[in-house]
């Protein structure tokens, strides 16, 4: 950006709270502030956080904590005393990250502190929503207010066109932009004395196929298929090892899964892993990410391990698999475990030809923090101009006055020393 901007980054998670948007917004904080202008970060208040270390505000709101149900808090999208702070910072531009709590606390700011509204559009958010309301009417209605929220926005970004498909088929029905999130892993391996210092104490054999797959154990995330697949395997006499990574709720039931199908003895379970260069390690042991999900809009634990020189098995037509080609930076199988074992037990046997896809992987498909926000913020200024001019699309609904109402309440000072 040729100036100085303030951008308000809002989003219903922020760490301590770690999930995949949530480091999204981490990034888009610590780029904006190192290289473009300077980030305010709005979030709902989580337990225990600690915000000492930022070197830019963080703004918590009140919540309802539900993270022993859901590992999340809910937030009250109604701030007074942050909406007195965001009026007095001279907004350049808010960008929301969630269609949730952050949407509507947007919405009622957008008016108040004028400046343009840019929504990113990270996760299929209706498969969430599935998960947790039971009522076909509730889940209606609840997506309907998300897409509602969505369509009235200055411009909406989706992190991968299936992303932005996934959203017209809810019922937007605007037009999105594609701005890829980039991955805070360096390009490069790490050395190997480090791989072998935490790797060495598992039972991983050398000359055998090494499989990770990393994210949240939820079966979701395909990983049925690669439970299958593996059992295919043993039985025709292969031998490898799968190391998991990661925690989730489906995690029990994924555990008998695997000893139900006989491989449990090829199974590492690396747990949670928060240190990022020990992630790198087990990416740079392993040979193959296994990653046959359709639910990822934007799959950056591939770029993760692309960035490790690592190359990916994953469904063709997937988000995940945006910018892959078959057998030169990746391998895309159709989606199921005959598919999946088939094709490992072909590309197993010429490791050096899968390491080179990996090599590709990391030249052709990686994309770093510092290059996807130094696009974002170049098309910041696009908004920001388009805002001031009257060239954004008319998307203003009923509602967009009931929540400029809501604003103006927020901001009048006799609200500051109101609790709650």
């Not at 951008?7 to 219903?12: E, G, M, S």
């Not at 956080?49 to 070197?55: E, G, L, T, V």
């Not at 992190?159 to 892993?185: F, K, W």
């Not at 090892?241 to 925690?247: L, P, Q, Y």
């Amino acid at each position: 950006m040729s100036t100085m901007r303030t951008i308000a980054l809002l989003n219903d998670s922020f760490p301590p709270l770690i999930d995949g948007v949530s480091n999204a917004v981490f990034n888009y904080a610590e780029q904006i502030k190192q290289h473009y202008g300077n980030p305010i970060v709005v979030t709902p208040e989580y337990p225990y956080a600690d915000d000492s270390n930022y070197d830019y505000p963080i703004l918590r709101y009140h919540s309802i904590d539900i993270t022993r149900q859901l590992n999340v808090v809910a937030g009250i999208p109604y701030a007074p005393r942050q909406a007195k702070q965001l009026r007095d910072a001279n907004i350049d531009l808010l960008h929301c990250h969630c269609p949730a709590a952050s949407i509507v606390l947007s919405r009622a700011l957008r008016d108040v502190i004028n400046a343009p509204l840019i929504m990113t559009y990270h996760s299929k958010y209706d498969i969430d929503i599935r998960n947790v309301v039971r009522s076909r009417l509730v889940q209606h209605n609840v997506i309907g207010a998300m897409i509602e929220s969505i369509n009235a926005c200055d411009e909406v970004w989706a992190v991968s066109h299936g992303a932005g498909e996934n959203l017209r088929s809810l019922g937007y029905t605007g037009d999105y932009i594609v701005m890829e999130n980039g991955v805070d892993m360096p390009h490069e391996r790490v050395s190997d004395d480090y791989v072998r210092e935490v790797t060495g104490s598992y039972d991983i054999p050398e000359n055998v196929p090494v499989f990770i797959f990393a994210g949240r154990m939820m079966w979701y995330k395909g990983i049925r298929i690669i439970i299958d697949a593996l059992a295919g395997l043993k039985a025709s006499g292969m031998d490898f090892r799968m190391v998991f990574v990661g925690k989730g709720t489906d995690f029990g039931e994924i555990q008998k899964c695997i000893r139900e199908s006989g491989i449990e003895e090829k199974v590492i379970y690396a747990g949670a892993i928060y240190d990022r260069n020990q992630l790198r390690a087990w990416y740079c042991r392993a040979d193959l990410l296994l990653f046959p999900s359709t639910f990822d809009t934007n799959g950056l634990v591939v770029r993760e391990a692309a960035a490790c020189s690592l190359p990916a098995v994953l469904i063709e037509g997937s988000c995940a698999a945006e910018g892959v080609t078959d057998g030169r930076n990746g391998y895309l199988i159709a989606e199921n475990a005959i598919a999946l074992a088939v094709r490992l037990d072909r590309i197993c046997s010429d490791m050096n030809a899968v390491h080179q896809v990996g090599v590709n992987a990391g030249n052709e498909i990686y994309i770093s923090w510092e290059d996807s926000i130094r696009k974002a913020t170049e098309r910041y200024e696009v908004v920001i101009d388009n805002y001031k001019s009257g060239r954004c699309p008319q998307r203003k609904k009923l509602t967009d006055e009931f929540f400029k109402s809501v604003g103006e309440l927020m901001s009048f000072d006799l609200f500051e020393h109101i609790s709650f």
